[in-house]
Every structure is written in structure tokens, then in C-alpha cells.
């Protein structure tokens, strides 16, 4: 049995603890600043409160100024923090981690520096950590179609365990798996990462459809669902994805599976970014959903077009890129930073195929 | 400006007449003998019954007996009748094909031989009709994701016209090319007919998650849709179908595009197929489902699984498929055939991806 470690209380780490402690880990649960109401709630009466369930009675959780007794001794450390927090990650794992642990990444974005160049979320933690602390430990991720309240009511899911050495995903997967939680394995770091990273993006877009019907008056239109449109934005999703996985170097055939349009699937089917979404379908401008309608509420999947998108663009004026590549991104871009409405550029789509 | 005679008085071919109508091109359209009232309906009101809207009133329509009137003097001829009218299309163009006419197929499926040899419906319409008439016309069908009523009521589509020679897709592209119908073209016929014929199979098990949460009695796992599983099912379909691509040649890039998972996309979204698999989900006998819940509704993906799912059976014993290949596709074989309970074969998805 192994000890981990889970720094942030988020659902998704939270959901995580369930396959472990079905198969008798131990599990310490570190919150962030932000999370010292759900430690709290966990602590006094076991319920994750986003999560709407008790979690196991074994999970000890702390506050944040308690996380070295909790990484003390820990095999297995966890990042389930969103993107927004990873160079805060960063930060907490260099004074944390100690030599011989591993850490497991739920965490799902790109980075991009001044030049435009992306990098994937975990290569910027190893940075954040520093050479010496980077190369004592090992690194690996979780990426798939996971909604994290299914897993935690353990309904199947399929997902794909990521890292730089076989040995060590064969480890962690046969730590997680149980007969609802199946688990694939890849030393693809790259590859399985681009997926999940950039699914975000087009998920955003998979509202647009049903914000549309719901501005149209004419009774005969009001009967569709606009998927015609939807699958359209999901196909030029794939293809610009699988742009990606070019770019960022990553075996392409994961576009085809769960780390790829698998992800994009469940993402595209509902939460927070396809809301957004469907906002801006309906007619509502991007900064309006911002600052008012979904105030507060946060958004990887724009927070990814935005990173992601301004990335792009300096890659197509140094040069690297063709002012026509990721057409969808680019007008997505537009969307959430110029205020622009909706006008999808549909002769530059599916080039390439 | 041309003139377009539909065979087969569907929602699909009908849809596709407002396109053809908006760009003024001529349309008549002939039902076959199951279609007699939908023909009565627009000589007498206008209206196509099961589209619920008034076609173009330009429009004519004819009854079967009419055929060789409406066939008359016809620039491309549209078959627009569904997988189970494969042979009755062939027979039919075999008498009323004039040679010089284009041959525009929206028909999707495969037929295979006793040996579990697949072939794209094209070819097997071609076949019907006979060499010599085979080579006086051209052939192109349309694929990619598109529900008939949207595209009536001129909500953006996306599709792929695909056909033997370039200068025939180009010229029916430019005949139904609008604001709201975006067409690309490839010569690519067997690849782009590879996904529209097998995105069918897989729509069924779209269902199950569905299903699968409406027996469930358990309160907070009624709260989830199963969409980890269903994500999960649609990235192994977009396996399997490039399996198919592979199989059957044709560019495996078509997959992470609107003829592979964009079609995929729309067609799990909804549909009777999907219907289907969500009763089997709750846990209905899918024998039960055919004879009772759906007696009578045409489920052409439930065809495409038995067809398909026969000949892969045939491929596997003949040594020309491991047996291991397929996995959902086989186990989608054993639930409408043996009426088999889900039982998912997760150790076998993913493989080679």
C-alpha cells in the first residue's frame, strides 16, 4: 500500500481519492489557500461540498500550513490544482517535494512564452521546481474524458496515465485501477497532454450552436438544435488538434482516442466553458458573460484561447505558422478578447484533412 | 442552370432540395413505393409530412409510375432512399439512368459478400446497374454530419462531396453550395464513405450511458449522465473506424474530420439508433426493443451493426483480423444479435492507438 498525497481539494482530486482508497491506499488531502472551506467541511463532517459527497473516513485532510506533515513520508504526490494555479504548484512543490516521490498531475493547460512558444503544463512545474529537485523525482498525468463527479459515484471511466519512464505509469495505474476506473498507459508525455490541453479550447465552442436557437423566433427553426453546426465546430476541433500534435511534437494517432476527441467529447457536452459558450451564441458579447452573466465563475477553456490563441498568433508572425492555420482558434480569440460576434470562417476550415 | 431528379421522397433528399432550389436549379421529386403518401401530400399541399414544411413550390413531385417522365432530360440524379433500399435503388437505375447523368448518392452502409469482403454502397449500387451504364455516368455521394430538418431550414452544414473525378465534385458542389450549406470536395470516394457508413454502428452505443442512469436508483449517481463512459465508447469508435479506413483504404486523416468524428458527433447526439441503445441500456433485451418498445422504426445502424458485425466475425475466422480486433463493434454484434446484456470489453479498447 502506498501513501499519497493530493495538494489542492478540488472535485477532480477529490474524485481521485475514491479508486484509491477502494484499493486501501492511504490518502492525505493538502487544500490551498482557496480551499480552507472544503478542508474544513471535509474535516468536520466528511463532505466535499462542490463535490455533494462524503469522501472515505480514512482521508486525512489539512490546511495549507500543515502540508509538510502531510508530504512527510508520501510516495505519491498529487497536483489536482486547475490552470489557473500552476505557478502556484510550482512554488508549493519546490519547497515541498522530497527526493523519490512521484508526481501525478491532474492538472490540464498550456503555457506560452514571450516568443509564442507553448509548453505543457507539467514541463512548466518541472521548471517551476528547479533542476536538481526536477531530476530526483519522477513525473507523470492523468488525461482522458473524466467528469469528475462520475468517477467519484464510480461510474466507468477510461482514462490514460501518462509519464517520462513505463515503470513508474505501470506503477500508478495499478495503484488507481479498479473495475470502474480503467486505465491505459503511455511514456507519450507530450502527446497525451496536447489532447487535454486544447480540448478546453473548442469545448467553448460546442456552445455556440444552442446559443443560436436560442435567439431564433421562427417556430420551424426553434425544433433544431443547430448540431449540424456543433459537430462541424467538434470536426475542425479535431483537426486544429491534431495541428497541435504536429507542432508540439506527440504521437498523432492519440487524436483519435481518448486523449484526444475522447476528451473533447465529454468536455463538449456540458460545464462551465460550453455555457460561456452558449452565451455568446445567444448574442450576448464575451465580455459581458465575463463580467456579468458568469462573473467570477472560472473559465479554463477561455483562459486556454486566450494563452493559447495570442501563442498562435505570434507563431504566424514570426513565420512558423500559415496565416490560415487554427481558423477556429483564431476567431475564438477574437471572440473573447475583441468582443467580436460570432462569424465562424468556414472557408478556412478542414484544410488539410 | 441544372436539373435534378431525387429518387426516394425521404427528410434527407428532400432537405437537399432547398439548397438546390435557393440556387434555382430544377427539382423534381419521385417517391418510391413506400413513399406514396408523402408524394400526395406535396402534389396536394406543399407540405413533406414527416419534414414538416412546405418544399419549394417549384418543386414537382411524381409518383414511381412517373419515373421515366421526371428521369427525362435530368442532369443528376439523387438517390435518396435508405440502407435498406440498396438493391431496390440499383434495379431501379438500371432502368431509368440515361447515360451522361450524374449519379449523386446521400444513401450511407456497407453490404458484404458471403465471405465478410466489404464494400461502400456506391459500389454496390454500381454494381445493379451493370458495367456498361456504370461507365456512361459519373458517381459522387455526399457525406459528413447533417440532420435533414437543419439543413431545411437553412441552419449552417458542413459536408464533404466526394466522388471518382474531381471536375463532377466540383461542378455538384457549385450547384448546392450556399451561405449555409458549406461543401468541401475530395476524390477520396471510398475514404469519405468509410466514416458515414460506420459512424451508424457506433451511434448506438451513444445510448447506453443514458440508459444505464435511468435504472439507476441510487440519488447521486442519478445526478451524472454517464458521459465518461459515453466519451469513452465515442473514442473507441473513432478507433475502430480507423481500423475501417485502414481496412478498406481510404485517407485515415477523414477520421478526425467532418466525415469521421464529425459525422460521429452529430449522428451520437440523438437519433433512433441512439434511442435504441438507450433502451438496452436500462437493461432491455435488445430482442425486446425491435419486436416491442420500436417495432416497425428503421434502425440502420442496428442493420450496419449485423452486416458489418457478421463480416468482421468472417474476417477474424479466415485469419484476415486478429481476434482481438473490433472489440465494441463485436460485442455491439452480440447484443442485437444474441441479445447479449452490456458487458463493455474494456481490456480490449484502445489497442494501437
Redesign the interface.
Known sequence: MSTVVVLGAGIMATALTFPLRDNGHEVRIVGTHLDRDIVESIQTTGRHPDL??IVDPEITAYQLEDAEKAFEGADIVMSGVNSFGVEWVGEQLARLLKPGQIVLSVTKGMTADEEGNLEILPHTIQRAVGEELRNSVEWAAIV????A???A?R????VVFCGEKQEVVDKLADMFRTDYY?I?TTTDFVGAEVGAATKNIYAFAAGFGEGMQLKEG?E??Q??????????V??QG??E??RFYELLGGDP??????P????M??TA??GRNVRAGTHVGSGVPFSEVRDSLMKGVTLEGVNAIVVVGEAIKKQIDRGVLEPHEFPLLRHLHEIVVDDAPIN?P?DE??R??
Chains 1, 2 share one sequence.
Open positions: 455533494d459527497l482522458g474524458p473524466s467528469i463527479g462520475e468517477l459515484v461510474h466507468d471511466t477510461a480503467h491505459w421562427d420551424a427553426n425544433r433544431y438544435r443547430r448540431l449540424n453546426l456543433t459537430a462541424a467538434f470536426a479535431a483537426v488538434m491534431n494517432s492519440m487524436v483519435r482516442s481518448l484526444g476527441v475522447g476528451d467529447h465529454v457536452a456540458g465562424l468556414w476550415f478542414y488539410g484533412y
